[in-house]
């Protein structure tokens, strides 16, 4: 037997699945699958006052476009979010120094804060 870590609607699974040239007489009985913590990508907790980033929808954070505690103009490209496989570019609201609320790779869902302008 193989364990696997398979994820369905966001929710990980633990399975194991039987190779491939084991008799059905020698191979011990499946188990059910059951959830299993998975290590994914945090989003770190601020406490930073000022104008909040929020995720238009739910997706994947692609890219991070300017450094953490980079100064910004409104209206830049600061966030790549891929959606639907599409890449969707997050400008800045206005101008400030910007400190982020994710990483990349992180999934997020609607309305998570992003980042924070101050």
Do not use: H, W
Request: aromatic share 4%; net charge negative; proline share 6%.
């Amino acid at each position: 037997m193989r364990n696997f870590i398979i994820t369905v609607d966001g929710k990980s699974y633990q399975v194991a699945v039987e190779e491939v040239g084991e008799s059905a007489e020698t191979a011990p009985a499946a188990t059910a699958a059951t959830p299993a913590p998975v290590k994914t990508p945090e989003t770190k907790k601020t406490a930073v006052e000022g104008e909040k980033i929020l995720s238009p929808f739910p997706g994947l954070i692609k890219n991070l476009l300017v450094a953490d505690g980079a100064a910004v103009k409104k209206d830049q490209a600061v966030i790549v979010l891929e959606a639907m496989k599409m890449d969707n570019e997050i400008t800045a609201p206005c101008d400030g120094k910007i400190t982020f609320n994710v990483t990349k790779g992180s999934n997020v869902e609607t309305n998570a804060v992003l980042a924070v302008i101050g």
